[in-house]
């Protein structure tokens, strides 16, 4: 069985100024153990997505539909408050992107770290405690034992990102949902901080659920990896074949867009055009707009499905399921 | 261009922050060195990358240059002439303009993009009132904005456009040299794209000198002639961005760039990282001697105490004591 499978996840935020929809049609399925990528750009869905698996958004406005997201066995869509509550914080951790916001500035990080542990376990406070220091001695914060009861301010920006991933760790969670966890942060401590995911992956064999727009950070750490694009899934891959071989046209020009694949002074490619208003019905496919390869078909009817192309491979681009876009390997 | 005719030089720049405790009477409890001994040189026509970790002066540095904080000691000269403290509305400064990071924050809210562009060619009294609509028109043209959208305010466009807007904007001023401060870090990869397009094209047409700060090792090496890497208020290496960043020398370097991941499965999983260990010191405390001494793998004794001093080394400058042994 696998441990998350989603089918058919929408949602859709109801305001004052018509239906957005956010997140349209998403499943996909993740086992023990494996690191799957979510990748696009700002206002793709990929936040929204993982918060809706969560049951974070407020409601209203935000409006949660789909057949099911099963977290081993469990819907998540249509369980209790309790039984979200066991599962929350416990079996699955969530670090989210702003280490500066999210933090409780009035606790000290003892307090906040061991939260999680009175609540969902049976364990004194002082057993809470030992455990919390070895946790921050863990995501690699120096002195742990004096900074323990240290309050926010009084960390860095690397330093809170680390009390954050202790935080959605210390439960030891089989999975851990993480939002741009780096996206703040120097490259030389997002380095530390990817490591360190590794590593306590392997020791915990967590699965994990890494969210970015950084196709570098992606590479690295993931087996698998979906591309969002206007709150679709266009392409789903292993991550070998999805940067050798991309097949959506809107992956292949997330690619060429980034300077680190392209020789010095070369034009870097640029998509025409701005991501569609949501809140719109769209016609055909949502990326239609913006596609040198686009056709009259592409722009007419039901948003192409995600269809697979090869084994591990699949993605929702008509034109190059047809074959009538060659591939970067066959120009 | 040669090297011998700089557009814009800096000599041993320092910018120091005192620390205050309170409030009438006021003890000095500290001193932040955010610049500490930079000395730097710009061709016309250059692209000079300043890159480093946050904390490291880069920032300071850019804001120095513009006279927007003002210098504790040494000089900067545009074309041969001192302006470290050229008042703010000279003719010095209008050769030296500025984009900032967060196109949000930079412009203001209640000007029409029209009047924005025109503000500084008033203020200046760079145009007869008659031709400044002209003017605008093409500085929109210039950074592509379409002509019709003049009359748009700023919460009407998206965060590349608004990037495009403040590059006009500092372009208004015919300026020799545009020091941009992390221009693209808060757009997403496709926008991105198409920043550095602009930035590079107006280099190319208008013959700007630009000084490009950026934490983004890739972004900086597709766009620079020349790479400048800053630690703790000083340039640890520098040199040709091809050399710098494809073939670090200094410790510090060879950690920054091997901590940049790369969008490629194989070769990231098999490459061996320089993890370094802990944050940057603080700028309130450095260490004394080399200011990475404490995080470097190769440090000695001596390296505690010697500040070594930005040498030429295998065609750039490093200021490592041990540079020749290491590599």
Same mark, same amino acid.
């Given at each position: 069985?696998?441990?998350?499978? #989603?089918?058919?996840?929408?949602? *859709? ?49 935000? *409006? ?23 599962? *929350? ?82 439960? *030891? ?15 030389t ?44 899934? #266009? ?17 292949? !020009? ?41 056709? !009259? ?7 192409? !499905?995600?269809?697979?192309? !090869? ?21 | ?15 120091? /922050? ?14 932040? $060195?955010?610049v500490d001994g930079v000395s730097l ?9 300043l890159v480093g970790e946050?904390?490291c002066g880069k920032?300071?540095l ?37 984009? /900032? ?17 025109? +503000? ?11 031709? =400044? ?43 020799? =040299? ?22 590079? $094209?107006?280099?190319? +047409? ?21 790479v400048a890497v800053m630690y703790l208020g000083r340039i640890v290496e520098l040199g040709?961005?091809?050399?710098v960043i494809?073939?670090p020398q200094h410790p510090y370097t060879r950690a920054l760039v ?18 370094l260990?802990?944050?940057p010191p603080?700028?309130?405390?450095p260490p004394?001697g080399c200011p990475f001494h404490?995080r470097c793998?190769y440090a000695?004794?001596?390296c505690?105490?010697?500040v070594p001093p930005l040498a030429p080394y295998?065609?750039r400058e490093v200021a490592c004591l041990r540079v020749?042994?290491i590599?």
């Amino acid at each position: 069985m696998h441990l998350l499978d #989603v089918s058919e996840l929408h949602t *859709r935020f109801h305001t004052r100024s018509g239906v957005f929809r956010a997140v349209t049609n998403v499943s996909f399925s993740l086992e023990r153990g494996e690191t799957l990528g979510l990748v696009g750009e700002s206002g793709s869905g990929k936040s929204v997505t993982c918060a809706s698996l969560l049951r974070l958004l407020p409601s209203p406005p935000a *409006r949660i539909e789909g057949n099911y997201a099963r977290f081993d066995g469990v819907d998540l869509l249509r369980a209790s408050d309790a039984e979200l509550r066991a599962i *929350r914080g416990k079996r699955i951790g969530m670090i989210f992107q702003d280490p500066m916001t999210s933090l409780n500035p009035y606790m000290r990080i003892s307090e906040q770290l061991i939260e999680p542990l009175l609540i969902h376990e049976k364990i004194s406070r002082r057993d809470a405690l030992a455990r919390a220091l070895a946790m921050l001695e863990s995501v690699g914060i120096n002195d742990a034992a004096r900074r323990l009861h240290s309050y926010p301010h009084e960390f860095s920006g690397g330093m809170r990102q680390r009390v954050m991933i202790a935080m959605a760790l210390i439960a *030891r969670p089989e999975l851990l949902i993480a939002d741009e966890p780096t996206t703040a942060l120097d490259v030389t401590v997002q380095a530390q901080i990817l490591e360190l995911i590794k590593k306590l992956q392997r020791e915990l064999g967590m699965a994990v659920i890494f969210i970015s727009h950084d196709l570098g950070v992606v590479s690295g750490l993931c087996d698998r990896v979906m591309v969002m694009y206007a709150g679709r899934i #266009v392409e789903t891959a292993d991550v070998r074949s999805l940067f050798k071989s991309p097949q959506h046209p809107y992956t292949r !020009a997330l690619q060429r867009s980034i300077p680190a694949l392209q020789a010095k002074g070369t034009e870097l490619y640029t998509l025409p055009g701005l991501p569609p208003d949501l809140s719109k019905p769209i016609a055909g496919c949502s990326f239609a707009e913006r596609c040198e390869f686009a056709t !009259a078909a592409c722009r007419t009817g039901e948003s192409p !499905a995600v269809l697979a192309s !090869a084994p591990a491979h699949a993605h929702a681009c008509l034109r190059a399921h047809a074959g009538e876009i060659l591939t970067a390997n066959e120009h | 261009m040669s090297s011998s005719d700089p557009i814009l030089e800096l000599r041993d720049l320092r910018t120091h /922050f005192p620390m205050e405790r309170g409030l009438l009477f006021k003890q000095l409890t500290g001193t932040v $060195k955010a610049v500490d001994g930079v000395s730097l040189s710009l061709a016309r026509g250059e692209v000079l990358g300043l890159v480093g970790e946050s904390g490291c002066g880069k920032s300071t540095l850019a804001r120095t240059i513009m006279g927007l904080a003002p210098a504790t000691s040494g000089s900067v000269w545009l074309e041969g002439v001192n302006i470290t403290a050229a008042p703010a509305t000279g003719e010095a400064r209008r050769a030296l303009q500025m984009v /900032f990071q967060d196109p949000f924050a930079s412009l203001n809210p209640r000007l029409s993009v029209g009047e924005a562009l025109a +503000e500084p060619l008033r203020v200046h009294r760079l145009r007869p009132a008659a031709e =400044i609509p002209a003017r605008v028109a093409e500085l929109a043209a210039l950074v592509g904005i379409p002509a019709r959208s003049l009359g748009k305010y700023p919460h009407e466009f998206s965060g590349g456009q608004r990037q495009r807007i403040a590059i006009a904007r500092a372009l208004a001023l015919e300026p020799r =040299i545009i020091v941009a401060d992390e221009p693209v870090s808060a757009l997403d990869v496709s926008i991105q794209a198409q920043i550095l397009n602009l930035l590079a $094209k107006l280099v190319r +047409e208008l013959g700007l000198s630009l000084v490009f700060i950026a934490h983004d090792l890739s972004v900086v090496k597709h766009l620079s002639d020349r790479v400048a890497v800053m630690y703790l208020g000083r340039i640890v290496e520098l040199g040709s961005a091809a050399d710098v960043i494809e073939r670090p020398q200094h410790p510090y370097t060879r950690a920054l760039v091997s901590a940049v991941p790369r969008p490629d499965p194989d070769g990231e999983r098999a490459r061996q990282r320089i993890v370094l260990a802990g944050d940057p010191p603080s700028p309130l405390n450095p260490p004394s001697g080399c200011p990475f001494h404490p995080r470097c793998a190769y440090a000695l004794d001596s390296c505690k105490t010697t500040v070594p001093p930005l040498a030429p080394y295998a065609g750039r400058e490093v200021a490592c004591l041990r540079v020749a042994e290491i590599s």
